[in-house]
């Protein structure tokens, strides 16, 4: 109590309601008496935002510390969601606000829902990156998060009759609150021309004549760590014309004409590339990618001379982190910027460039390598590309040097890939011009040594290291199950909010009815949390005692989607063979977005909805078995499905999926995994044991193995298991699409003649393992008894410990 005689908290409430509604008048220009929920969405972000603003410019701001190394990951991809629980919970200001707004008569729950998603991302690299922002503040690491301000995020996903439909995404056309403009932040990025070369003194000069200059402006957004620790800056580029009108043509009457310039340079930063694992290949793909790093660039090599003078210290003051080979183009443009800017020897340059920089791979599908046909290359970046066959030839040499005796090494580890047109291997570049490598998780680590780089890796041995994905305990656990956090601060103590590896001590009561009765009901009330959207959503009902059995993540191939369906067809034929017989009830929850163009994924999305549609009509399978495809799946809607799912299916062919995030988030919240050893999956059973996990299929080196032995073929998978070839028998002929009889024919003679992805290979094992989850299903005290086991052993999987490994071994920065 304080001398008013009001408590503290009261004090606090009274505050942020006079905040509020400040914000409310003087900002949204608004009486709150009219004010939409949008509207209490900006006054209450603007709000929060004047608490952040204060640490961000403070003493605590962990950026302002000159003379400490910096780390900037530079990713095409921030998938960050919705801001304001993150950065009230972040804060401490979540309860506080909520009774202010309370106060005002607004539920803080519709002020949530108003906010639009930034989804400047696909899935889990650009999600990744997200989590890793928000753990850099966490542990104080000054760390600065460079990126793209796409006005359009990830496209929204309709499901029309069952297809997919996108829709542009808008989450800018109202402005967001939580930026900053910086208009004094702008550089000059250059595109195409020529280069000239001059020789000054016997010594040869490149002087890059461009023909094209476009502007990048700066906005930045504040990344609140845990407790508010420290505040780190995101800071993304949009692009705008160097000269907005043409006044020229503008004068002459051409009024359209004069902003074509306008147009066509803002094009870079208009829209995310909707392509998850394949390369777009396109021109204005590499003039983003180029766009964005030349910026940043520029602004870190400004503040690292503003503070240190010169930039021979550069690789002791920052790191930097590529975040895939999206910005791997950065490796030239160091070298450009020292060479041709700065006048340093190449020898000096190269210390300097190859000491600083580091690069994560996420994936080894050969068909999301990034390459880019060289004409395209030095059309845009005319001296880049020099540079790049200087590095080249140099690394070449080297190589020719110290393996005499094996030539054929040479056209692996190049550059430049000689087969089909000549290309730039941007995998190749990144890794020779980074002093490490990480892949993210062992297996995918011990592939990427086995397979992609396992040339380069024995001639520059020793640079590849794993890091295995991790996530915020913040936003996946204590924001989005607040249930389950509050039972364990109870169970674990408080600390547990701050060493997740307290959450271990809910172990010790595993056996016990009363916490697994407590552990029980918040799942429950969860899931039923979930039926309400799925009725408002889809306007039928999902009983929240069945089991929830989820797959949500981007639509792809490889991830296997269809074995899932293929299974549950299975299920469905089972059940109405058998009705009496004691199933385990079902929801089978499925989301994600295909790519726009992937004909293939987006026929399966149609399969799904066209089996759902067939399923939940059926009168002879009620309540045993329902099929959900929620539309639109995004940060948001993973925040609900996630803390209500039973079941995470990550069944990818082994040796495919190169971590996986969306199986520690499912994990942590007490879901059961069914799953290949692939990516984490592996990680996940060795912390929770063999007998809390259903692992079934071939392992990547079975895989492996079969494919080069070529044999048993889909044929022989199929002719050996007569469930199988039953279901692909309904699926072929039509039995989910009456309409169109051939609809999914396509998919049916894929699997009988191909197989890329091995489903008739691991289909009879994940049967098995299906029904060993019903059979523990329908002993709900030793389910419970297993999701606890789970979460308490999730500990390892906060990015916490991901990014701290980062900064000890590879940026060494402290922590
Ligand atoms: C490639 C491209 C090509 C050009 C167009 C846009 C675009 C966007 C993304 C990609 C590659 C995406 C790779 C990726 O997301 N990998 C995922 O990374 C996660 C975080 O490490 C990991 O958990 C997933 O297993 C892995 O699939």
């Known amino acids: 109590t304080n001398t008013a005689g009001t408590s503290d908290y009261e004090q606090a409430i009274a505050e942020a309601k006079a905040a509020i509604i400040a914000k409310m008048t003087l900002s949204v ?13 900006v006054a209450t972000a603007l709000a929060a935002r004047d608490r952040v603003t204060h640490r961000f410019l403070g003493g605590k701001r962990a950026s302002k510390a000159d003379g400490k190394k910096r780390v900037y990951y530079l990713s095409l991809e921030f998938l960050i969601g919705r801001q304001l629980t993150d950065v009230l919970y972040n804060f401490e200001l979540y309860d506080i606000f909520r009774a202010a707004l309370g106060d005002l008569g607004v539920d803080i729950e519709r002020v949530r829902e108003a906010e639009p998603d930034a989804a400047l991302g696909n899935g889990g690299l650009g999600r990744l990156a997200a989590c890793f922002m928000e753990s850099m503040a966490t542990l104080g690491i000054p760390a600065y998060g460079y990126g793209i301000r796409y006005d359009h995020g990830l496209f929204r996903q309709v499901i029309k009759d069952g297809w997919q439909q996108e829709f542009p995404e808008t989450w800018l056309e109202n402005g967001t609150p939580w930026e900053f403009l910086r208009s004094d932040v702008t550089y000059d990025i250059r595109f195409g021309g020529s280069v000239e070369t001059k020789t000054v003194n016997n010594v040869p000069r490149f002087i890059w004549h461009p023909s094209e200059v476009v502007h990048a402006v700066a906005y930045d957004t504040p990344i609140v760590g845990w407790r508010g620790s420290n505040v780190n800056p995101l800071r993304l580029w949009s692009a705008r014309a160097a000269d907005p009108i043409a006044l020229s043509l503008f004068n ?27 390369a777009a290949g396109q021109e204005l793909r590499l003039r983003q990618e180029y766009f964005f790093v030349s910026a940043s660039l520029q602004d870190l090599i400004n503040r690292h001379i503003r503070i240190y003078g010169d930039l021979y210290s550069l690789p002791d003051r920052a790191a930097i982190q590529l975040n895939d080979t999206h910005p791997a183009v950065a490796i030239a443009e160091m070298m450009r910027i020292l060479l041709d800017d700065h006048n340093l020897r190449w020898d000096e340059a190269w210390r300097i460039t190859s000491s600083t920089f580091s690069y994560t791979n996420h994936t080894l599908l050969p068909e999301a390598l990034e390459t880019w046909p060289l004409p395209l290359f030095e059309r845009l970046l005319p001296r880049h590309l020099q540079i790049i066959y200087f590095i080249n030839n140099l690394h070449l040499e080297a190589t020719k040097k110290n393996f005499p005796n094996e030539p054929e090494l040479l056209s692996s580890v190049s550059i430049i890939d000689e087969r089909d047109g000549r290309r730039l291997r941007m995998g190749q570049l990144a890794f020779i011009g980074s002093h490490t490598i990480n892949g993210v998780s062992a297996l995918h680590t011990d592939l990427m040594k086995e397979t992609t780089f396992r040339d380069l890796n024995r001639v520059y041995p020793g640079r590849i290291q794993n890091k295995t994905n991790g996530i915020t305990f913040r936003r996946w656990l204590q924001q989005s199950n607040p249930g389950l956090t509050k039972l364990l601060c109870e169970v674990c103590g408080e600390e547990v909010l701050d060493k997740p590896e307290l959450i271990k001590r809910l172990e010790e009561h595993a056996d016990d009815p009363a916490l697994q009765q407590r552990i029980a009901k918040i799942k429950r009330a969860n899931k039923v949390v979930l039926c309400k959207i799925v009725t408002d959503r889809l306007g039928f009902r999902v009983e ?30 089972a059940i109405r063979s058998n009705p009496t017989a004691d199933w385990a009830p079902r929801v089978k929850i499925f989301a994600g977005k295909a790519a726009a163009s992937y004909v293939a994924a987006k026929l399966i999305i149609k399969l799904a909805n066209d089996i759902a549609k067939t399923v939940n009509n059926d009168p002879s399978v009620q309540g045993k078995l329902k099929v959900v495809f929620l539309p639109n799946y995004n940060v948001s809607l993973a925040e609900k499905i996630i803390p209500a799912a039973d079941l995470s299916e990550q069944i990818s062919t082994a040796g495919m999926e190169a971590s996986g995030t969306g199986n520690m988030k499912l994990a942590l919240n007490g879901a059961l995994t069914i799953g290949t050893l692939d990516g984490a999956n592996i990680e996940i059973k060795d912390n929770v044991g063999d007998d809390n996990i259903f692992i079934f299929g071939l392992t990547a080196a079975e895989v492996e193995e079969r494919k080069r032995a070529g044999a048993p073929t889909a044929t022989d998978n199929i002719a050996a298991s007569p469930m199988l070839r039953q279901v692909l028998d309904a699926i072929g002929g039509g039995v989910f699409s009456p309409d169109d009889p051939n609809r999914f024919k396509p998919i049916i003679d894929g699997l009988r003649s191909q197989d890329r992805y091995m489903l008739t290979d691991d289909f009879d094992s994940y049967w098995a393992a299906q029904r060993r989850v ?15 086991v789970n979460i308490a052993n999730m500990a390892w999987f906060s990015s916490d410990r991901t990014i701290a490994e980062y900064a000890e071994q590879i940026w060494k920065v402290p922590v």
């Open 29 to 41: 220009g608004k009486d709150p008496g009219y004010a939409t929920d949008r509207d209490w969405f």
């Open 252 to 278: 002459k009457g051409d009024h359209v004409g004069a902003l074509s310039d306008q147009a066509r340079s803002a094009a870079i930063s208009k829209v995310l590339y909707p392509s998850d694992e394949t």
């Open 544 to 573: 929240a005692d069945s089991l929830f059995d989820v797959q949500i993540k981007r639509q792809h191939e490889y991830k296997r989607q269809l074995l899932n369906l293929l299974e549950t067809v299975a299920l469905y034929d």
């Open 774 to 788: 019903d059979e523990l299903w329908n002993q709900p005290e030793k389910w419970t008894r297993a999701a606890i």
